[in-house]
């Protein structure tokens, strides 16, 4: 897995949808309690749309033991979602300034 620059491993893509991990392991919670294995997921999903393309994130917090799954709702994390996507929106405007698809095709093709 590839680290990205806020330690997020990425992890699978396909054309709707990217997803990365962060490993956070055991984690102390408030009180002193100790939280199983913890892993965050961020997902950024992709939906082609008349006028552009919408572009949504959001972070879950998924513990091992007792499995749970729960989406990341704090002002700070939501903060963090919010510059993440409009990082996005100004290179993917960028790229449509410059004329670049961001496509790459494989050159040693036929």
Same mark, same amino acid.
């Given at each position: 897995m590839a680290q990205t620059t806020e330690n997020f491993?990425? +992890?699978s893509a396909d054309?709707?949808?990217?997803?990365?991990?962060?490993?956070? %392991?055991?984690v102390v919670q408030?009180?002193?309690? =100790?939280?199983?294995? +913890?892993v965050l997921e961020l997902r950024v999903g992709f939906k082609p749309q008349s006028? %552009?393309?919408?572009?949504?994130?959001?972070?879950? =917090?998924v513990a091992d033991f007792p499995s749970s799954?729960?989406?990341?709702?704090?002002p700070k994390e939501?903060?963090?979602?919010?510059?993440?996507?409009?990082?996005?929106?100004?290179?993917?405007e960028a790229q449509s300034a410059?004329?670049?698809?961001?496509?790459?095709r494989d050159s040693s093709s036929p």
């Open positions: 491993s990425f +992890v054309g709707s949808a990217v997803l990365f991990t962060l490993d956070r %392991g055991v408030e009180g002193g309690r =100790v939280a199983p294995h +913890v006028e %552009g393309l919408e572009v949504t994130a959001w972070e879950e =917090v799954r729960q989406r990341v709702r704090s939501l903060e963090n979602l919010q510059r993440l996507l409009d990082k996005i929106r100004a290179d993917l410059g004329g670049d698809s961001g496509i790459k």
